[in-house]
């Protein structure tokens, strides 16, 4: 959530964040007045309570119908108070409802627009000429078929559409590519961490997913738990509700954990293959820091995502994501989009998220400096979310036989593998 100072401040500024992402720019003057109710009912409360206080010190002392009129009067405040109390007991929840709907504030540098607004910042590596080379490129699902890696119509049989196996080679790829980005990311300072895949409400909430997002959510009813879309969840709710010391920041963590995701809405896109699925497998990169590191550890952030997929020798680009295409937690998004050639275009592989103090307000995570204590700043990186890494890699680096080239990176976790041999011509 935001500072309701700033909101009081400069609500000029909140209403073009909230038009910029495309959401409800009158939610900022409804988040005003109950703003101003809670804050007029407090003080009427406190005003009352310290009449009643008064009045109490009053009333041993007195005698006779003085004392009838100061019991009188004290019933009258007494019903008075607890009405105030209601009231902004009520404000306050109003409050904070409004609140907890008001996306980030956005980066005045974000691109304004929606999804297709972007701007490209940079392009690394070099796109294959399959012409060139003399042969028509296999998509990713072919490629995983013929290498005995991917079996699809059996994670439909047992689960349904967008589940799938990884078998064989398919498998011990997904272990290479995670213990490769652990590695460089154990490197890097990041303590590796294997987190929940279900957590509590406040957790999942607390990062901001049970907002624009919810309908990509699973929820189970009977334990009131959610599945997590992102190990950023748990690693986010690591500290929930606690004050850290200057000293120990920045903290980096990286998860790794399933993740589970509706996909609501994606009816009929990347429906053939594992580039676009309800289950998989991901290393998220996580940042506390303190407010006005946020934008460096940014840029930080962005540098090992592109680390990583520079070691993978894929041809990417770097985008600044538009303000409609935000979550609502993100004030700015960089994605890496790596070339999948059979679709002829980038598609997102990573993408880092500076969420400023928004998390940190919801979570109550604090950053003692000295005598003052204030919300952090949190931020988020992919670092590798398997399945569509290993579309990017199986197409990128397939050679006319079917056979795909092993990225030196990944080699010495496939036991020293070169090439991924087809199994089936």
């Known amino acids: 959530m935001i ?28 988040l005003l007045s109950a703003d101003e109710r809670r804050r007029s009912s407090g003080v009427r409360f406190d005003e009352l309570r310290a ?12 005698s006779g119908d003085e004392k009838a009129e100061l019991l009188k009067k004290a019933g009258q405040l007494a019903a008075d108070v607890k009405a105030a109390d209601a009231e902004r007991d009520a404000a306050d929840a109003e409050t904070q409802e409004l609140l907890l709907k008001l996306g980030n504030l956005i980066h005045p540098d974000v691109p304004v627009g929606g999804e297709e607004d972007f701007v490209t910042l940079e392009t690394h590596g070099t796109i294959r000429d399959f012409g060139a080379e003399g042969f028509e490129p296999k998509d990713h699902l ?12 059996r994670g439909a049989k047992v689960s349904g559409s967008r589940f799938y196996f990884l078998t064989g080679v398919g498998a011990l790829l997904e272990l290479a590519l995670v213990n490769a980005a652990i590695t460089q990311a154990t490197a890097a300072g990041f303590t590796p961490m294997l987190t929940p895949a279900l957590v509590r409400p406040q957790s999942m909430a607390g ?9 990509d959510v699973y929820h189970l009813d009977k334990d009131d738990l959610y599945l997590v879309g992102t190990s950023e969840v748990p690693l986010a709710a690591y500290h929930m509700d606690e004050i850290l010391d200057a000293d120990r920041l920045p903290l980096r963590y990286a998860g790794f954990s399933p993740c589970f995701r509706r996909e609501a809405g994606s009816h009929g896109k990347d429906t053939k293959g594992i580039f676009r699925v309800h289950q998989f497998d991901k290393v998220e990169m996580f940042s506390y820091v303190t407010p006005e590191d946020s934008q460096a550890e940014h840029q930080r952030l962005l540098e090992w995502e592109k680390q990583w997929l520079t070691s993978l020798e894929l041809p990417f680009r770097v985008i600044d994501v538009a303000t409609g295409d935000l979550g609502a937690s993100a004030a700015r998004k960089f994605d890496c989009e790596a070339w999948i050639p059979t679709q002829g275009k980038y598609r997102e592989l ?19 400096e000295g005598k003052q204590v204030r919300p952090l700043a949190t931020l988020n990186g992919t670092l590798c979310a398997v399945p569509r890494t290993i579309v990017a890699i199986l197409e990128n680096h397939q050679q006319a036989d079917g056979s795909v080239r092993v990225p030196e990176v990944l080699r010495p976790y496939l036991g020293g593998r070169e090439v991924l041999e087809p199994v089936s011509r």
């Not at 009449?51 to 007195?62: F, S, T």
């Not at 072919?142 to 119509?153: P, R, S, T, W």
């Open 142 to 153: 072919e490629l995983g078929q013929l290498l005995g890696a991917i079996d699809v119509e």
């Open 3 to 30: 500072d309701l100072r700033l909101l009081r401040e400069d609500p000029d500024r909140v209403r073009a964040s909230q038009r910029a992402r495309g959401e409800d720019v009158a939610l900022v003057d409804s």
């Open 51 to 62: 009449e009643q206080k008064a009045l109490g010190k009053l009333i041993p002392k007195a």
């Open 207 to 215: 990062t901001g997913f049970l907002g624009q997002a919810a309908q």
């Open 350 to 368: 990573t993408s880092t998220s500076d969420c400023t103090e928004f998390q940190s307000r919801r979570l109550q995570i604090r950053v003692r």
